[in-house]
Structures are given as C-alpha cells and as structure tokens.
C-alpha cells in the first residue's frame, strides 16, 4: 500500500506563502498524477492543481500565477509553493495520487490513494 503524508500547513496572514508537501512512501510518480485538493467546510472537495505523471500541470483559475506545483522524485515528494495566499485560499488541502498510466507488473498499488489532509488558514 502506498501511503501519502502531507506537512507544511498552518496559519499565514493575507498575502503571504506557505509551502506543502506530500511524501509517497513508494516511487509512484512515474505512474501516477499527482493533484492537490482542498475542502471547505460546507463545500465539495475542489480540485486545486495537478501534475501528470509526464510533469505537466493544470492550476484551478483562482490559483493560477500564485501556486506552484513541482515534484523531486529522489525524495518521493511533491511540493505546493503558494505566495500571495487570500483567506478564500483557507482550507484542509489533500494530497491525492491516481493512476495516469501502467504500473510495473509487479507492483500491488490501487488505483488511487488519498493523504491525511493539512489544514491552511489565511487570516489577519
């Protein structure tokens, strides 16, 4: 089973950064996408970013010039650069790992996994 463990949330005031991060207890990369999401309370978990697993990305409108999605495949991690964070960017933003092409023959991995979620507050 592959695990996902994010960090780097916390409190921030309006305007600044924070950066998370996802580490994969397996080299998935090669195989999988990688988007991040984030959840309200009271709305639907809203899909925030992704990078495919050939490392090109997709951002969410309200994102787009402020995030920054990459990945370092020796530490099995990937990273979420935000800058200029606005309290609507609050909320407990999930790490997510899909299937976006063939695994390894001799893996055992699911088609999709979900980390614990790390919460982000953007107040003054």
């Known amino acids: 089973q592959v695990h996902l463990m994010e960090a780097g949330g916390g409190l921030v005031q309006p305007g600044g950064p924070l950066r998370l991060s996802c580490a994969a207890s397996?080299?998935?990369?090669?195989?999988?996408?990688m988007p991040w999401y984030r959840q309200t309370p009271g709305k639907q978990r809203e899909l925030v970013t992704t990078?495919?697993?050939?490392?090109?990305?997709t951002y969410k409108d309200s994102v787009k010039g402020r995030f920054t999605i990459s990945r370092d495949d020796a530490k099995r991690t990937v990273y979420l650069e935000m800058h200029n964070l606005k309290p609507e960017d609050t909320g407990l933003y999930f790490c997510?790992?899909?299937?976006?092409?063939?695994?390894?023959?001799?893996?055992?991995?699911?088609?999709?996994?979900w980390g614990q979620g790390t919460q982000v507050t953007v107040s003054s």
């Open positions: 997510y790992a899909e299937v976006d092409g063939p695994p390894p023959m001799d893996s055992d991995w699911s088609h999709d996994y």
């Open positions: 397996e080299s998935i990369f090669s195989y999988f996408a």
């Open positions: 990078m495919q697993s050939d490392r090109s990305t």
